[in-house]
């Protein structure tokens, strides 16, 4: 009896995680960090407060950012789930905004910047042109115990004007008529 409820409670979620498809149980409790650490080994996203306050296991869900420590790993199921890793590939260069936070040394300890590279990763798509204000705003939502957010919002602030420059120039121009 026993038996059949453990294994009754075990679902197997898959799921893409940076791309790739992968699938493992879960019990339905399972927080999406958990498994996501513990079940498919990604362990870039961190977890501090495990109740969704301090932003660090922020990862992405269908390209939207996500406290992973507030979401239960069966609602990932047949999602696309990123995560700090899947920013650039392995012996790849490092994403515009990774080599930003380097530039500008907005690594700082390094505990809660995968999710903020998350967050700002999604939010530099839906906002191509931040004020430095709308920048803290979103911030806001991770607990830095370093302190010191200026470096990152220099190097948020500054990818985003980096992405802008591109897209300019890569407009085709048209001769005068
Ligand atoms: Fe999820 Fe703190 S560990 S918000
Ligand atoms: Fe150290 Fe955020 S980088 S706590």
Same mark, same amino acid.
């Given at each position: ?13 898959? *799921? ?15 927080? *999406?960090? &958990? ?17 969704? !306050?301090?932003?660090?296991?922020? +990862?992405?869900? &269908?390209?939207?950012? +996500? ?6 790993? +069966? /609602? ?7 995560? #700090? ?10 994403? &515009? $905004? /990774? ?8 690594? /700082? ?12 990763? &999604?939010? *530099? ?9 709308? !920048? ?6 991770? *607990? ?8 990152? #919002?220099?190097? !948020? $602030? ?12 890569? +407009? ?6």
């Amino acid at each position: 009896m026993t038996d059949t409820l453990a294994r009754d409670a075990l679902h197997t979620v898959r *799921l893409r995680l940076n791309g790739t498809s992968r699938g493992a149980p879960c019990e339905t409790r399972t927080l *999406l960090s &958990d498994f996501i650490r513990d079940s498919l080994g990604a362990t870039g996203t961190h977890v501090g407060c495990e109740h969704g !306050v301090c932003g660090a296991c922020t +990862v992405q869900l &269908d390209g939207v950012a +996500v406290r992973s420590c507030m979401t239960l790993a +069966v /609602q990932a199921e047949g999602r696309e789930l990123a995560t #700090v890793e899947g920013l650039c590939d392995a012996d790849g260069p490092m994403s &515009d $905004l /990774q080599d930003a936070f380097k530039r500008h040394h907005a690594l /700082q300890c390094g505990f809660c910047t995968a999710g903020i590279l998350m967050s700002c990763d &999604d939010y *530099l798509r839906r906002k191509p042109d931040p004020s430095e204000a709308e !920048v803290r705003d979103m911030l806001s939502g991770h *607990l830095c115990r370093c302190t010191g957010y200026t470096p990152i #919002v220099r190097a !948020v $602030l500054e990818t985003a004007a980096q992405r802008r420059s591109r897209a300019l120039s890569s +407009v085709p121009s048209f001769p005068e008529a």
